[in-house]
């Protein structure tokens, strides 16, 4: 059985930072993409940030040079470092991880899996 659990949400003032994890278990070798994503209420899904099975990484325009995305295959963990906080980074944040190599890697319909979420709130 596949899990994904997120922890490390907080409120924060701007300016702040946060490190969210996401315990992994259960998750198929031939996953491709492990990936942070975000939303808020009546808005869809955002892709935040991801990492393939080679190590590369890819971010969305707003979190570019802010947040730093990892993975600790010892530990099983994917982590999103966030700095420089901002009040529209307040969201629910979600892991999710895929197995499909084509497509747009913030196109959250293509993940398989997902967690439960996480919220952070950046107050100013």
């Known amino acids: 059985q596949v899990r994904l659990v997120e922890s490390g949400g907080d409120s924060v003032q701007s300016g702040g930072s946060l490190r969210l994890s996401c315990a992994l278990s259960g998750v198929p070798r031939d996953t491709y993409y492990m990936g942070w994503f975000r939303q808020i209420p009546r808005k869809l899904r955002e892709g935040v940030a991801v990492i393939n099975s080679d190590g590369y990484t890819n971010y969305a325009d707003s979190v570019a040079g802010r947040f730093i995305i990892s993975q600790d295959n010892t530990k099983n963990t994917l982590y999103l470092q966030m700095n420089r906080l901002r009040p529209e980074d307040t969201a629910m944040y979600y892991c999710?991880?895929?197995?499909?190599?084509?497509?747009?890697?913030?196109?959250?319909?293509?993940?398989?899996?997902w967690g439960q979420g996480t919220q952070v709130t950046v107050s100013s």
């Open positions: 999710a991880a895929r197995r499909l190599r084509l497509g747009s890697w913030s196109e959250y319909g293509l993940y398989n899996y």
